[in-house]
């Protein structure tokens, strides 16, 4: 059984694909960007505004995309990878994969 790792704050919940789904165009946008948001510098919103989750909705191969990403595990691990390696070198104050 294949799950995901997405929740409303991107905690690391796993979900079922089965789940995901059943999501709408706009909660799968909302829930991408959550994770993945567009980089606006410190002064802006922490969550996404209606015009990025708009901008995505209107793109149906996009959120077709995206609804599988959100839903398959091998891209979650792919991503958790990236997230401990950027912490990893960030201690070890050196670039590359952390495990070399």
Request: glycine share 4%; aromatic share 8%; charged share 30%.
């Amino acid at each position: 059984m294949q799950t995901t790792a997405l929740t409303q704050k991107g905690t690391g919940t796993l979900c079922k694909p089965k789940t995901v789904k059943t999501w709408s165009d706009e909660e799968v946008a909302r829930r991408w960007l959550r994770l993945f948001p567009i980089r606006r510098g410190l002064s802006g919103p922490p969550e996404p505004t209606e015009d990025e989750v708009s901008t995505l909705v209107r793109q149906p191969k996009v959120i077709q995309e995206l609804r599988r990403r959100l839903s398959d595990i091998s891209w979650w691990m792919r991503c958790t990878a990236e997230t401990i390696a950027r912490r990893s070198n960030r201690e070890d104050e050196c670039t590359g994969h952390f495990w070399e």
